[in-house]
Each structure stands twice: as C-alpha cells, then as structure tokens.
C-alpha cells in the first residue's frame, strides 16, 4: 500500500518569511495530492491540492509542487501570518490502497508563526 | 446544506461500555470514511463505504463496525470500549468522481476511562 512521510514535524517561522513543508509518497501510482490544515480542536480543511498532470499549482501565498519522477510533493506559504499558525497534513491519493478515498496521510506538521 | 454532521461533539464511556457515533452528510455524496486521530499519529482509516450496503475495513478497523443503509449516514459503533480507543474521530464524504476533495465533519472527542 502507500506509505507517505512528512516533514518536518515541526516548523517555527518568523512572520513574513515563507515556510515549506515536504512530503514523500511510494505508490507510483498515486495521482492526487490534497493539503489539509488543521487548527487546535478543528476539522482539517482542504487548502490546496494538485493532481499529476501537473507540476505546480498556486493560490494567493499558497503553492504546491509535485515532481512525480521522484515521488514528492511539497506545500510552499509566503509572506507568513500568525492565522497560519495550525498543523497542516499532506495526502496521496492510491487507488491499490487506502480505502474508498484511497488517501494515505502523512503525520503532520506543526507550524508555528512567531511574531 | 449542513455539509457532513458528527454527534456527540464529546462523549466519555467506561470500558466495557458500548455506543454509537452518527455521521450524516446531506451533499448525495457516496463514499463515505471513517477515521481517528490520535497525537502524532495523523488520520488513520477506520472503516469506509463506497455507497449504500457497501462497506469495507481500513487500517484499523479492530474493535468497530459500520453500516451503510442509506447514502446519508454512516454510523460507527464501538462494541465493547476500551481505553486504546480514545481518540478524536471524523467523519468525512466525497463525490463519486475520480479525485474530488473528501469533505470531514467537526468530529467527535471520545474519552474511554
């Protein structure tokens, strides 16, 4: 089945400078990739996703890359601000594992936003 | 619309004791997951349902069941609690169609003593 990593687990930036988070997939075979953010006691949320026919997807301060060839996905946030403060998981999307969704999520990663 | 509806918001349970978490979703949507989140650990599949009479285990199914009798709910029973079982769950849906984004409910904090 697919195994996804993420990193780092966490990631303390200054406000204003630009943060990136990783992940890395095993299944070739995956062809969507979500985001989801999480604040304290929240749902996750989808901020962004990108499917495979495509390298890069960008939404205001918010980018995705994809490099299918080495099987890794990152999240790119801009021009930081505090309410970016929460955890943020990746997925890949697997139709040989995961169930109906067949979404695989890595273990998240904590972003912390300091003033 | 409502979107994907989890209840209870909070329950504590003995060991031993058994219940069942509602999830409802009023969107038509037919695939349907069940997932728990534990602190470090990310979501993990519970049980999942590719539509009504339609259901299957995920990673960690042990210990739970799940129905599918309608496109609308999806309730998750715990038979026989444990403490292991402390989590937070969610509920979450998806059209059929290939690659949608899956939409979670609110979740439920479930405390097993």
Not at chain 1, 11 to 24: F, H, P, R, Y
Not at chain 2, 81 to 91: D, G, I, R
Request: glycine content about 8%.
């Amino acid at each position: 089945g697919e195994n996804v990593e993420q990193h780092p687990s966490t990631l303390s930036v200054q406000e204003g400078d630009s943060a990136v988070i990783k992940c890395t997939y095993s299944d070739s075979a995956s062809n969507y990739f979500p985001w989801y953010k999480q604040e304290l006691g929240k749902r996750p949320q989808l901020i962004i996703d990108i499917r495979s026919n495509v390298g890069e997807k960008k939404d205001q301060r918010i980018a995705v890359t994809l490099n299918k060839t080495a099987k890794h996905f990152s999240l790119h946030i801009t021009e930081t601000q505090p309410e970016d403060s929460a955890v943020y998981f990746c997925a890949a999307r697997s139709y040989s594992g995961g169930g109906a969704d067949g979404l695989t999520f890595g273990k998240g990663t904590h972003l912390i936003i300091q003033p | 619309n409502a979107g994907v509806t989890q209840t209870p918001k909070f329950q504590v349970l003995k060991t031993g004791q058994s219940m069942t978490l509602q999830c409802a979703q009023d969107m038509n949507h037919e695939y349907m997951s069940w997932y728990r989140q534990d602190p470090g650990m990310g979501l993990r599949l519970i049980h999942y349902s590719v539509g009504a009479g339609i259901t299957d285990q995920g990673e960690v199914p042990n210990g739970y069941n799940v129905s599918r009798s309608t496109t609308e709910d999806f309730p998750l029973r715990l038979l026989s609690a444990a403490p292991s079982q402390t989590s937070v769950y969610f509920c979450a849906s998806r059209p059929d169609t290939t690659n949608q984004p899956q939409h979670f409910g609110d979740g439920t904090r479930l405390s097993i003593l």
